[in-house]
């Protein structure tokens, strides 16, 4: 639930700034963006640093609060998206969101379509809360930790992603 409310947190400060303009994107091309930015960080956070740093990503600043269950949220606008990485304290769980609207529109099944070639997912939970749809699903694979992928639509658009590792509760 936690990681939940993390995910719509953060979903709801993005806001388009002036000049930006809403695209339809290939789906596969967010998925890629997706993978290559929140799987590697799975294993080592710094590596959305370092991706960032390469492809000269817009750094957004720090949030300038303190919170015991989470460190600080690195922020960064990449092509329209917006990434956020943050580690849950408790069990050193790193956490791994990208922002898919309002800059980009990513058509949700296409977005499924993708992913699902690319990694198994195994669903564990699709809800519905109004016009928000929340599905979460295991990241099939040779981990000894749990990868969840979390996903949000809004009438069929893809709103955003998040790649985590799961912790038992």
Known sequence: MRKIIAALAFAAIITPALGDAIETIDPKSAVEFVLSACLPAMDDLTSVERLAQENKWFHLPTTAYESKYTTPHLKWRANGFFVTTWMFIKGNVPSCFVGLRPYKKVDRD??????????????????????????????????????????????????AASIYVDTPQ
Request: proline share 2%; net charge negative; aromatic share 10%.
């Open 110 to 159: 296409g977005f499924f379509d993708a992913i699902s070639a690319s990694v198994q997912l195994k669903l564990i939970s699709d809800r519905t809360l109004s016009t928000l749809r929340q599905e979460t699903y295991e990241i099939i694979g040779e981990r000894p930790l749990r990868l969840l992928f979390s996903s949000s639509t809004d009438d069929g658009i893809m709103f």
